[in-house]
């Protein structure tokens, strides 16, 4: 029996490769955890019937000597990323039975290089929320306390590879999505450089914020996933070829010590995060202070433009083209009833919110003054980065929170995005890894600090994830 | 401050039926997330966009057929909820 626990992409492709073991016996491994363990966690929607199949077609590669370094590899898929032939239903009642009629470029990516995906994981409804609860087919809980939320949106893929039931996972990170949920779940979390990795056959939550990213169980795992679905596609406008920045061994590092510091950060993270520094500095790398001054309105911005965006992208799902269609007596009533039943609270809450901010009379005093704010808040990283290689502060405000425990508040909720937010607003990409744990009634839950490059510095991020976990 | 009425009108705008209740709670929640985000106009300040070209801008590609005529037709229509042969179904607008 392989020991999953300690299983990385790079250790189990060294021994598909060299033969030792084969992608359907590993395949199998995590079908058979899924089984045992699923029914707790319930990071997955479907477990997809041909995983077998896709395994044994990997191991006629390796056999064949055309193996890469993901060929046989089982991974698992954020619902809303397109399989052809798959369920992709964004965890919506609107999607529910929606089957995918083209594959994603990461997937079509992916698949030539012989990975095998093992199936689809549950997520926030159409990728909105911090913990997973606002899926319609119910929350997935965190597998090391599972009174606890996984983190969101992107929490049944965390959840999937920290209980080992995929030996990675893809996600998407329109806020802090992948990072928030790898640092509840004590996993590592890569969004890329926006523009990066194509959205193509992403369903679109914020476009000019959304990202597919990665969870693993290592830096250097991130780094393989990232190499292989990466580049330029004609598919997607907004994507880029990479022209990597320079790497130094031993690293300038900012901290925003103001902003880390600020109200409502729990005291057991920050206490964390300074250790994390120490680490850092006992490893030979120099930590610095930098200025990010306009990083508290961060949220704020975000609030108005992701719900605007939010609004004009979900537009597209009416009960015409597909998806769940709701009869009424006329067309209008179809609209109206079949998006007010489709959509679960939190998208109908940000739909409209979106549409107020867009609406005449309104644009002007939220729309176009929270993207004036957001180029001060890219300026201020381009700033900081003429100085700093990268920059750290914690992935989360706290740990994993308890189920139930700020459904009724959305703000409150949305401030567990504070750390990840500027992120995504700035465009430049971000790796969250495991720093420690913090006691709460005699669980060890998972910590997370995030590290925080400029564009294309994702060589940057990868390098000091390793160092980090002495990978 | 968002009321009722005003949050009514928006669902209908954005094609969303909400029940009564709903648009009363929503309607203190969206209060709240706009009056978080009202520091906003304070840290823009004068900045004015004519002037400052912002970051993101949009990229067009040319308007030119990329696949055959009725290439991808049955592959779409078949996730329609419903169809007329090679059309769309939907209810008529004018009476």
């Not at chain 1, 079949?338 to 009379?361: H, P």
Request: hydrophobic share 40%; with cysteine.
């Amino acid at each position: 029996m392989i020991d999953l626990t300690t299983l990385t992409i790079s250790k189990a492709s060294a021994l598909l490769r060299e033969g030792s073991l084969t992608s359907r016996v590993l395949t199998e491994s995590y079908l058979e955890a899924i089984k045992a363990k699923d029914t707790d966690i319930h990071a997955y929607l479907e477990v997809y019937n041909d995983a077998l199949t896709q395994a044994d077609a990997a191991d006629a590669l390796l056999k064949a000597g055309k193996g890469g370094p993901l060929t046989g590899i089982p991974i698992a898929v954020k619902d809303n990323i397109l399989v052809k032939g798959k369920i992709a239903s964004a965890s919506s009642k609107m999607l529910e039975k929606y089957v995918a009629s083209y594959d994603a470029t990461v997937i079509e990516r992916l698949k030539k290089a012989g990975v095998v995906f093992i199936g689809r994981v549950n997520m926030d409804e159409f990728a909105m929320g911090g913990s997973t609860e606002n899926s319609a087919f119910g929350a997935t809980k965190n597998p090391i306390d599972t009174t606890r939320v996984s983190g969101g949106s992107s929490g049944g893929s965390a959840a999937a590879v920290a209980a080992d039931m995929a030996l990675a996972a893809l996600g998407s990170d329109t806020g802090g999505s992948v990072r928030q949920p790898a640092s509840f779940c004590g996993v590592v979390g890569f969004k890329p450089t926006y523009g990066a990795i194509s959205r193509h056959g992403l369903i679109a939550m914020g476009s000019s914020l959304d990202q597919i990213g990665t969870l693993t169980k290592s830096a250097g795992d991130a780094e393989l996933l990232f190499d292989a679905m990466a580049g330029k596609d004609s598919m997607d406008a907004t994507t880029i070829d990479l022209v990597p920045v320079s790497v130094n061994k031993k690293m300038r590092i900012g901290v925003p010590e103001q902003f880390v510091a600020s109200e409502g950060i729990d005291p057991e993270v920050l206490s964390n995060f300074r250790s994390s520094l120490e680490k850092l500095k006992a490893l030979g790398h120099e930590i610095v202070p930098v200025e990010l001054p306009s990083l508290p309105l961060a949220l704020a911005v975000y609030y108005i433009l992701m719900p605007a965006e939010v609004s004009s992208n979900l537009a597209r799902l009416d009960g015409v083209k597909y998806g769940l269609h709701v009869e009424g007596k006329d067309l209008l009533e179809d609209y109206r009833k079949t998006r007010g039943q489709g959509f679960g609270k939190e998208v109908r809450r940000r739909i409209i919110l979106g549409t107020y901010v867009l609406s005449s009379g309104y644009y002007d005093a939220y729309y176009n003054k929270a993207t004036i704010v957001r180029d001060l808040i890219t300026k201020d990283y381009k700033k900081a980065f003429e100085s700093v290689d990268v920059i750290a502060t914690p992935t989360a405000p706290s740990p994993a929170f308890r189920l139930g425990e700020k459904t009724e508040n959305p703000l409150e909720m949305y401030l567990a995005d504070i750390f990840t937010v500027p992120i995504n607003l700035a465009g430049v990409p971000a790796i969250s890894v495991p720093s420690g744990f913090t006691k709460r009634e005699g669980k060890d839950l998972p910590l997370g600090v995030q590290f925080v490059a400029p564009h294309q510095g994702e060589a940057r991020l990868f390098e000091i994830g390793k160092q980090f976990l002495a990978e | 401050m968002i009321t009722r009425e005003q949050v009514e009108k928006l669902a209908a705008l954005a094609r969303v039926e909400i029940a009564p209740e709903e648009a009363e709670k929503l309607a203190g929640e969206l209060g709240a997330i706009l009056d978080y985000a009202g520091e906003l106009t304070k840290a823009a300040g004068d900045i004015d966009r004519t002037k400052d070209v912002p970051a993101h801008r949009n990229v067009m590609r040319d308007d030119t057929p990329v696949h055959e005529p009725l290439a991808h037709t049955e592959t779409l229509l078949t996730a329609a909820p419903s169809r007329d042969g090679q059309y769309f179904k939907v209810k008529k607008i004018l009476s």
